[in-house]
């Protein structure tokens, strides 16, 4: 994977954000690959085509590209509120591509993929209505927020400027995969609600009490829920069932 991007497909180009765009799009499909079946190339789809910005034609995994000059911080900006909400509920929903790079040396800093399944409800940030004299007047937005995703949702392709191996990255890939037999987003944010309390354990190994130290804050992020106790329980038997964890006896759980 070569990290340069290439300046001359953007010298006819007048504004930054296109020059960006084609830029990020052109690097894509000429380096990225398809972290789903490891399929060395992937295709752009025609600018009319809404749905997303590349797919891959051998698995037809469908991934939208975002891109940013800076680092890209606990949120990103997005579109429109109640479309993203919509577009979670629906099967055809793409894989996030990640980009950003910097530009005095046109070189892609870091890179990395959000599978699909890691998108839920919970992620989404109804931003505030745009203002009645904006041309979009109550119009609303969204933020996505990387900083509620687990950290095995941000699958990094290159990080800080160093190329992963490819079969580190498709392994990662696959590790998750079993989230998408679960269909109801609401069931997916749970578990991946737990996940992110046993990556901020941060051990290899950990007691069922490590976790219900998160009681608490997934009571205040699921307040209709009366049993988080049994809830924390019964994920970890999931993420067990699902080869994500092994259980060690006694109360105790390793990552598998
Ligand atoms: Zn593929």
Same mark, same amino acid.
């Given at each position: 994977m070569n990290l340069d991007l290439d300046k001359r497909a953007v010298e006819s180009y007048k504004s930054s954000s296109q020059r960006a765009r084609v830029l990020t799009e052109a690097w894509v499909n000429k380096e990225a690959y398809c972290p789903n079946c490891g399929n060395a190339r992937l295709t752009k789809y025609s600018n009319n085509k809404p749905v997303a910005d590349f797919f891959c034609r051998s698995c037809n995994e469908d991934f939208e590209l975002k891109s940013k000059k800076d680092s890209f911080g606990a949120k990103i900006v997005d579109g429109d509120y109640q479309a993203m909400l919509k577009r979670l509920a629906d099967v055809h929903n793409p894989n996030f591509f990640l980009l950003n790079y910097d530009l005095c040396s046109y070189q892609v800093l870091n890179f990395f993929v959000i599978p699909k399944h890691f998108f839920v409800p919970e992620i989404i940030e109804e931003r505030k209505p745009?203002?009645? $004299?904006?041309? !979009?007047?109550e119009w609303i937005g969204c933020n996505i927020l990387l900083s509620r995703m687990p950290e095995a949702g941000r699958i990094f392709l290159v990080k800080d400027g160093q190329v992963k191996p490819k079969e580190d990255v498709c392994a990662v890939w696959q590790k998750t995969l079993f989230l998408r037999e679960k269909k109801k987003a609401e069931s997916r944010g749970w578990i991946l609600d737990v996940m992110r309390c046993i990556e901020a354990v941060r051990k290899k190994e950990f007691t069922l009490a490590d976790i219900y130290k998160f009681e608490s804050i997934l009571f205040e992020q699921h307040? $209709?829920? !009366?049993?988080i106790k049994d809830k924390i329980r019964q994920q970890l038997q999931i993420l067990r069932d699902k080869g994500y964890l092994v259980f060690l006896g006694k109360g105790r759980y390793g990552l598998a």
């Open positions: 745009l203002s009645i $004299d904006a041309e !979009r007047a307040p $209709d829920n !009366r049993h």
